[in-house]
């Protein structure tokens, strides 16, 4: 099975428009970490935002919130305010609970944000 | 601010080169992680090493082999260089800890390699 999925190959959403790009993850584990990063064209890979798996609240950064949904094995990354430069590809990562400090990526979301 | 170096931005090699591909980190990380990324593969995990000397298989690790010989440098190595190894290579670190904390991966900005 998949440990991480991505299920939205392609995203677009207007200027200052929110958008959420989803992502499950597969883990038996009690204690993990959820992860997003953004990578632009240019091709680095921005670390964005992160989710404990006992967190009790829903993690935010500036714009980015993550919606955290334990049961349901789901962690929405959510763009309020769209601009331009969030043109990116995005990556949903977990740690399954490793201690390596592993992660797991899936395939991503490619988010266009047009004028 | 944490800080990955890979040691080429773009790369040409030729098949069956012996091609080696350098990262250093500056945040004395003890792990450190080398992904290719493919167009609609995403990033695929090929070694990683949870200390000096120390080294565990990834998911695609044929073809490649590694080299921590000091913390802060992790060394991809092709052994013998084929066309099904153009892609990009990026490498990551990070700290050691618990699940459950958050230690995130800190990349390179990459290295493209076409094998010719």
């Known amino acids: 099975a998949q440990k991480i999925t991505q299920t939205q190959p392609g995203m677009f959403v207007q200027e200052k428009e929110a958008v959420t790009l989803d992502c499950t993850y597969d883990t038996s584990d009690p204690s993990y970490g959820l992860f997003w990063y953004k990578q632009p064209s240019s091709g680095e890979m921005i670390f964005l935002i992160y989710q404990g798996s006992y967190d009790q609240q829903n993690a935010t950064e500036g714009r980015y919130s993550l919606n955290f949904q334990k049961a349901r094995k789901s962690a929405n990354l959510v763009i309020s305010a769209s601009q331009l430069g969030d043109s990116a590809m995005y990556f949903c990562a977990t740690d399954r609970g490793s201690t390596l400090g592993r992660l797991y990526f899936g395939r991503g979301t490619q988010l266009t944000v047009w004028p | 601010d944490v800080k990955v170096t890979q040691s080429s931005r773009y790369l040409v090699k030729r098949t069956g080169e012996k091609v080696f591909l350098e990262c250093v980190q500056d945040m004395d990380h003890e792990n450190m992680f080398w992904y290719r990324q493919d167009p609609g593969l995403g990033l695929r995990l090929i070694y990683f090493s949870y200390d000096v000397k120390m080294k565990e298989k990834g998911d695609i690790p044929e073809g490649y082999s590694v080299s921590r010989e000091k913390k802060e440098r992790f060394s991809l190595i092709l052994e013998s260089a084929s066309t099904n190894q153009t892609s990009m290579y990026l490498c990551?670190?990070?700290?050691?800890?618990?699940?459950?904390?958050?230690?995130?991966?800190?990349f390179g900005d990459g290295t493209r390699l076409s094998i010719l």
């Open positions: 990551a670190s990070s700290g050691s800890g618990t699940p459950y904390s958050n230690q995130p991966q800190h």
